[in-house]
């Protein structure tokens, strides 16, 4: 969210390129999926066992263990999620069986993501 305003103010500038009729477009900057609250900082130890099953320590070492199985984040399609959140939304699925679309909402990503990162991170 926090690229909202740049990204009407990018719309505004093709907007006032296209009434000028300079020709060509401006390439708009791809969205990055980030955590709006990252759970290692923002939670305190016993609210990210609760919700991950898993000590903040024990997350971190699964996640440097699995990272080179990971796609990164800098890949050419779609929107891509970085590799920590892609194991904390699967491990989150796997520990509290919540439904995918609602697990989706919390890390603002689509139900077709959080199934892709079940998939990735399940066969990592």
């Not at 401006?26 to 130890?45: E, K, L, Y």
């Not at 080179?68 to 959140?85: K, T």
Request: hydrophobic share 35%; aromatic share 8%; charged share 30%.
């Amino acid at each position: 969210m926090a690229d909202y305003p740049d990204y009407w103010d990018q719309v505004d500038l093709e907007n006032e390129i296209d009434a000028q009729g300079i020709v060509g477009r401006v390439r708009r900057r791809r969205r990055v999926v980030t955590d709006s609250m990252n759970p290692f900082t923002a939670m305190s130890d016993a609210e990210f066992f609760y919700r991950f099953r898993l000590k903040k320590a024990s997350m971190s070492d699964l996640i440097e263990e699995i990272r080179d199985q990971l796609p990164a984040a800098n890949d050419l399609r779609g929107c891509p999620v970085p590799p920590y959140l892609q194991t904390l939304i699967a491990i989150r699925c796997m520990a509290t069986g919540d439904h995918q679309r609602t697990l989706g909402d919390c890390h603002d990503v689509s139900q077709t993501t959080v199934s892709e990162c079940l998939k990735i991170v399940s066969r990592a």
